[in-house]
């Protein structure tokens, strides 16, 4: 599948991603459910290949230190 963005929309989409990635691994981290944990983790493994893709980093450099 294709999915074209503009300049704007990727800027967007890779600041939602960015956002949404450390309530995922929270979420991981905290859930007793394995089933649960997989799912989570399977969404932040797209997460952080689809930042990949557009050219960021999943993590912000402040959390890298």
Do not use: F
Not at 2 to 18: C, E
Not at 48 to 61: K, T
């Amino acid at each position: 599948m294709d999915l074209a963005l503009n300049d704007d929309d990727v800027v967007t989409l890779r600041g939602l991603l960015r956002d949404y990635l450390p309530q995922l691994q929270r979420e991981a981290a905290r859930t007793d459910s394995k089933s649960v944990r997989h799912v989570l983790i399977t969404r932040q493994t797209l997460c952080e290949r689809l930042l990949d893709q557009l050219g960021g980093h999943p993590y912000p450099a402040s959390s890298l230190e």
